[in-house]
């Protein structure tokens, strides 16, 4: 993906069921969300074949299929099949598929528009919540007096996972060890 001449590269898992999701997404989700907020759409570009440079695909797509389909030469060959091939089939041209050299360069680079992240009740996550500036060291909101945040509560564009476990485990204990301090403080204890 490129955004104003850089260019992002992760690899990982990709789940295609309503819509794009999965590690690769998630990494990308905020720079995703904000392209499509400024501009209407994203365009990214997935490697269909990471494990496979262009010059072998290409040579395995110029062998021959014999009487096999199409759908098994590509499994065959190259291990393209499911949702890989079911996307090659959704965004590049019928007449493509004939020309193994620009049938490889849409495995290796097949772009992909993305128009609007999924309706929010069907998230499975949400970016969001209390603003760090909101909050003090112990985590407490500045406004609400004995109102601690933790988590997914905070601001954050967090990753999925075992990194997102740790940080709501962390937070939940800045917040924890900071309510006591605070009940202390304030109730003479």
């Not at 010059?55 to 009487?67: C, E, N, Q, T």
């Not at 500045?142 to 940080?167: H, I, K, N, Q, S």
Request: with cysteine.
């Amino acid at each position: 993906m490129t955004s104003g001449g850089n260019e992002f590269r992760q690899k990982g898992e990709l789940v295609m069921e309503n819509g794009l999701e999965g590690g690769v997404i998630y990494a990308l989700s905020a720079w995703l969300r904000d392209k499509i907020m400024a501009t209407g759409l994203a365009r990214i570009q997935l490697d269909l074949a990471p494990d496979r440079d262009l010059s072998r695909i290409v040579s395995d797509l110029s062998r021959p299929k014999g009487s096999r389909s199409l759908a098994t030469h590509l499994k065959r060959r190259v291990g393209i099949e499911g949702v890989k091939a079911a996307l090659l089939r959704e965004c590049v041209p019928k007449e493509d598929f004939s020309d193994p050299a620009i049938l490889g360069a849409a495995m290796k680079a097949l772009p992909i528009q993305l128009v609007s992240p999924r309706p929010l009740e069907e998230a499975i996550s949400t970016a969001g919540g209390v603003a760090f500036s909101g909050l003090d060291d112990r985590l407490m909101i500045r406004d609400l007096p004995g109102v601690f945040c933790a988590g997914e509560m905070l601001d954050w564009e967090a990753p999925t996972g075992g990194y997102l476990l740790t940080a709501c485990f962390a937070s939940g204990h800045t917040a924890g060890v900071g309510a006591v301090e605070w009940f202390q403080t304030i109730f003479g204890m």
